[in-house]
């Protein structure tokens, strides 16, 4: 599922392409879906978490959420004619030099821009708002305290903190050294495991960053050439996998095969 570093990409290339224009079409191919958009000035796009917000002139807005396989494609208005026929294209938003097509998306939905809040107040604090330090990390770390689901799933939970998906997951539990199924309620330094996750996240947005354990499973550590091990993280069908080296990432001393003993 693309995450928080991805929507914020989607985010900036639909603000680039139609910020301040007028939308000479839109279509929205979804279920239920009846708003027409078509007129209104697009005064931009945000990303929260793993949802983009597209709000218009007349204090609507249309949010999307990529799921597992979505995606924002943007091309010349006027080249997209054979595309937007793809069965898959679930929005089409036309302006004049720009048209976004919005391709097996897993969520839509047209809103008064006010109620947005209404979709996201299950939501987490966004972890790459530019104060998340100040002003969502507490909030955070209160929704750890005394969490006894492992570590890779309370950051994978969005309720928790939004953004996180399986690659920056695995990402910062390799740089913190933390075994990814150790009780979250037990780290010593919650603080430091978000904020590393949410630094190396961050950083993508910008560019492309390099992966140290995500999908290299067999592959050698690059700390210390341990083959790279594949676990899984949550219960089907909602699992995910979770890469980790099985030195660097060692379980705490009471943890032997995943089950706790006295020590």
């Not at 599922?1 to 603000?15: F, N, S």
């Not at 294209?89 to 821009?113: E, S």
């Not at 947005?116 to 966004?126: F, Q």
């Amino acid at each position: 599922m693309p995450e928080g570093d991805v929507l914020r990409r989607t985010a900036a290339r639909l603000d680039q392409a139609l910020a301040g224009t007028v939308l000479a079409r839109a279509e929205l191919r979804w279920p239920d879906a009846t708003a027409d958009l078509t007129g209104r000035t697009v005064l931009g796009t945000t990303a929260y978490g793993k949802h983009l917000l597209t709000r218009l002139d007349d204090g609507r807005t249309l949010r999307t959420h990529l799921r597992m396989d979505g995606s924002w494609r943007v091309a010349h208005t006027g080249a997209t004619e054979r595309a937007e026929r793809d069965p898959w294209v679930r929005a089409v938003l036309v302006g004049p030099d720009w048209t976004a097509l919005g391709l097996r998306l897993g969520m839509l939905d047209v809103v008064r821009t006010d109620d947005e809040h209404l979709l996201l107040h299950h939501l987490g604090p966004d972890v790459l708002v530019s104060d998340f330090a100040t002003t969502g990390l507490a909030a955070v770390l209160d929704r750890w305290a005394g969490e006894g689901r492992p570590a890779c799933e309370v950051l994978l939970d969005q309720t928790v903190q939004a953004g996180f998906g399986t690659i920056w997951t695995a990402e910062g539990l390799f740089a913190r050294h933390v075994w990814p199924w150790t009780p979250a309620g037990d780290l010593r330094d919650p603080a430091s495991l978000v904020m590393t996750a949410r630094e190396l996240m961050a950083r993508s947005v910008l560019s492309q960053q390099p992966v140290r354990v995500h999908g290299r499973a067999g592959a050698p550590c690059v700390r210390c050439g341990t083959p790279i091990a594949v676990g899984t993280a949550r219960r089907p069908p909602h699992e995910r996998p979770i890469f980790w080296c099985p030195t660097c990432q060692t379980p705490p001393a009471e943890w032997h095969d995943g089950v706790r003993h006295r020590v």
